[in-house]
């Protein structure tokens, strides 16, 4: 009978040797597209800790926000300190929109400055925060969208949030993870708190 410890030994190796032929296959160096959907929390949140990660490398990275801006998003009062251009829907899409010519109107003005940072290479990386709506109400003509983000820059990546992301964007994606809705403060009705939610 093989002990425990001698089982694991076997286990971690075989896992090991996994790992590093997968590392020894993996070559190819260049931006990715990375899709952060699903109904949990934490989509915003995990775009712009790749923000923060990118900057702290010292690359440059660009924010875009599809959705009215609040003035008090801790996130971007710390980002703009380390010259992370934002671009952000002044007017427009809320989360309970009933105008939708100028919700459109809005959603075209920021992409066209969406458009600058996706096709300059001095970016590293590109946060669509809150694209996937865009697409999903046909506010952007999803054609051109997808066009514009696979004609970027070959080192730049860009990190797409937002629930639904429709399947063309799926499939122009290199990673995309879903996170799911176990449970929220707000559903117990917990007043969103700032710091932790914006
Ligand atoms: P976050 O910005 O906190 O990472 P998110 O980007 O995943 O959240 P959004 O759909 O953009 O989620 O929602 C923005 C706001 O709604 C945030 O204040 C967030 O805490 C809250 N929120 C996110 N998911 C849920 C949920 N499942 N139920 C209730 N509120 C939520
Ligand atoms: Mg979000």
Not at 183 to 190: E, S, V
Request: glycine share 8%; hydrophobic share 40%; proline share 2%.
């Amino acid at each position: 009978m093989m002990d425990k410890q001698a089982k694991h030994k076997i286990k971690s190796q075989k896992l090991k040797e996994k790992v590093d032929s997968h590392v020894a296959q993996a070559q190819t160096e260049r931006g990715v597209v990375l899709i952060i959907t699903g109904n949990g929390k934490g989509k915003s949140t995990a775009g712009f800790g790749t923000v923060a990660r990118c900057v702290g490398h010292g690359y440059q990275a660009a924010v875009v926000q599809f959705i009215k801006g609040t003035w008090d998003c801790g996130e971007r009062t710390l980002l703009e300190q380390h010259d992370v251009p934002f671009a952000v829907m002044g007017t427009g899409f809320t989360w309970e929109t009933q105008d939708r010519e100028s919700d459109i109107a809005a959603a075209e003005k920021v992409w066209r400055e969406a458009k600058l940072f996706l096709a300059d290479p001095q970016y590293h990386l590109v946060l669509l925060d809150e694209l996937t709506y865009m697409l999903g109400y046909d506010y952007l003509n999803k054609e051109e969208v997808i066009e514009v983000i696979n004609n970027r820059p070959k080192n730049q990546s860009v990190v797409i949030t937002g629930r639904g992301a429709i399947k063309a964007l799926k499939d122009i994606a290199d990673t995309v993870s879903e996170i799911k809705d176990i449970k929220h403060a707000f559903k117990a009705g917990i007043k969103a708190r700032k710091g932790v939610d914006w």
